[in-house]
């Protein structure tokens, strides 16, 4: 079991990180935010902070420094996120800049309280994960992604009732309802070990905690890889069988 979701976060950790450096190579091009917040909040949050998390639990001579900047590290990754979401779906929603600015407190406050605890507190690092500061920082990652997943969806359903008047792109389309599974899917992996941690379980370390952060994590991954690096034959597949185009009609007429 500890083979299967070590396996499993690996990968994650491979394509999140892939991911995230492309939207941010691309950006630097395009000078587009939204590429460079959701490129750098996938990059920050998988490929360096789940990293730094592993690493924290293989040398523990310096468990706490890690896992101080993996919170920092992560944290940052989830200022992203939130800012991603309000920008790409709320723009102009003075409710959502009251969300975004709640969640990215709430980040803050945990994050640096957190940072003590680690570099100071006595206790080991598996008891200062019940912390409240911890708790904080789940809670407001645990709402982005919700959020995300919601407007996500939404999205989705708009670009599908234009899809099949021919005025939308069923791949762009399909992107929206794969980063919605992203989003759900990470809600349920952090999701888990937070309630088990709230109600004084073993979250890291249970089998069967463990086999349900490897099967949401492996469904992750495969959403995000088919979201941002899919296969010619899956773009195809998605593309057949869909109108013509507006325009290409109007063309030919």
Do not use: H
């Not at 083979?3 to 990968?11: C, Q, S």
């Not at 996120?81 to 309000?86: G, I, L, N, S």
């Not at 570099?119 to 500061?133: H, K």
């Not at 759900?184 to 073993?202: D, E, Y």
């Amino acid at each position: 079991m500890e083979a299967l979701a070590g396996l499993a976060t690996l990968l994650f950790i491979a394509v999140g990180a892939g991911v995230g450096l492309r939207l941010v190579l691309l950006a630097s091009k395009t000078r587009a935010l939204p590429e460079a917040l959701l490129g750098s909040g996938l990059f920050l949050i998988v490929g360096v902070g789940y990293g730094l998390l592993i690493a924290a639990g293989a040398v523990p001579n310096i468990a706490r420094t890690l896992a101080a900047l993996a919170v920092v590290v992560m944290a940052l990754g989830w200022f992203c996120t939130w800012e991603f979401t309000r920008r790409v779906f709320r723009a102009g929603s003075p409710l959502a800049a009251g969300v975004t600015a709640l969640g990215m407190l709430a980040l803050a406050v945990g994050a640096l309280s957190q940072v003590q605890l680690y570099l100071n507190a006595s206790s080991p690092i598996g008891e200062l994960e019940r912390s409240w500061a911890w708790q904080a920082i789940r809670v407001s990652a645990l709402a982005c992604y919700l959020w995300s997943a919601a407007e996500a969806l939404r999205y989705c359903a708009m670009l599908r009732r234009r899809t099949a008047l021919g005025l939308a792109d069923p791949v762009v389309a399909n992107r929206f309802l794969l980063w919605a599974g992203v989003m759900i899917f990470s809600f349920l992996s952090l999701g888990g070990p937070a309630v088990s941690t709230w109600l004084g379980g073993a979250a890291y370390t249970d089998p069967g905690m463990q086999l349900w952060i490897a099967a949401n994590g492996f469904l992750c991954t495969v959403s995000l890889y088919l979201a941002f690096l899919p296969p010619a034959a899956y773009r195809r597949w998605l593309e057949q069988g869909q109108p013509a185009p507006a325009s290409a009609v109007a063309s030919a007429g």
